[in-house]
T-cell receptor, first 111, second 114 residues
Framework: GQQVMQIPQYQHVQEGEDFTTYCNSSTTLSNIQWYKQRPGGHPVFLIQLVKSGEVKKQKRLTFQFGEAKKNSSLHITATQTTDVGTYFCATTLGNGQNFVFGPGTRLSVLP | EADIYQTPRYLVIGTGKKITLECSQTMGHDKMYWYQQDPGMELHLIHYSYGVNSTEKGDLSSESTVSRIRTEHFPLTLESARPSHTSQYLC?????????????FGQGTRLTVV
């Protein structure tokens, strides 16, 4: 079945440093979604990208969808301790099919 | 704010006990899901449903069962709990249309089997 991979698996940064996580697929994706899960919490939807080359921003977060629609990135500028958590990318297969989640990138931010 | 609720939030039970984890949503979503997740790790789909009277097994083999008698309710049952079932169980829902929908997650049930 379709899979999405994420790198890195873990990332430790100093507060104020930038952070990027990448999501990759061997097949063309119809969309990419990003979720954030705080420690002890549940995944929360952040954003969806559907167009080739699309870029969206949410404050310090920048999301990109690759031109070939096979990869995506989430970039956080000047990390804060509130950014700590696991970031999952996901795609939906359409036609009522299930979500396919990546394995997640666990971000820790040292104050 | 997502309206999907799971009870209990935390549960500690003895080996061999039967338990039911409750999940309800008030958004009228057709699709519902159960995921198993060790803290901060991958999400493993164990069951899903397209709607009333529809239940399917997910990617991860599970000894649990589910039912969908009402649109809003999707309980998960373990007939005989074992320590290997210790994990977090997350319920989610979405609209039926796959593209362009998002998954709404409940707050999860943290299960410990002793």
């Amino acid at each position: 079945g379709q899979q999405v991979m994420q790198i890195p698996q873990y990332q430790h940064v100093q507060e104020g440093e930038d952070f990027t996580t990448y999501c990759n697929s061997s097949t063309t994706l119809s969309n990419i979604q990003w979720y954030k899960q705080r420690p002890g919490g549940h995944p929360v939807f952040l954003i969806q990208l559907v167009k080739s080359g699309e870029v969206k921003k949410q404050k310090r977060l920048t999301f990109q969808f690759g031109e070939a629609k096979k990869n995506s990135s989430l970039h956080i500028t000047a990390t804060q301790t509130t950014d700590v958590g696991t970031y999952f990318c996901a795609t939906t297969l359409g036609n009522g099919q299930n979500f396919v989640f990546g394995p997640g990138t666990r971000l820790s931010v040292l104050p | 704010e997502a309206d999907i609720y799971q009870t209990p939030r935390y549960l500690v039970i003895g080996t061999g006990k039967k338990i039911t984890l409750e999940c309800s949503q008030t958004m009228g979503h057709d699709k519902m899901y159960w995921y198993q997740q060790d803290p901060g790790m991958e999400l493993h789909l164990i069951h899903y449903s397209y709607g009333v009277n529809s239940t399917e097994k997910g990617d991860l083999s599970s000894e649990s069962t589910v039912s969908r008698i009402r649109t809003e309710h999707f309980p998960l049952t373990l007939e005989s709990a074992r320590p290997s079932h210790t994990s977090q169980y997350l319920c989610a829902s979405s609209e039926f249309e796959g593209l362009g929908t998002e998954a709404f997650f409940g707050q999860g049930t943290r299960l410990t089997v002793v």
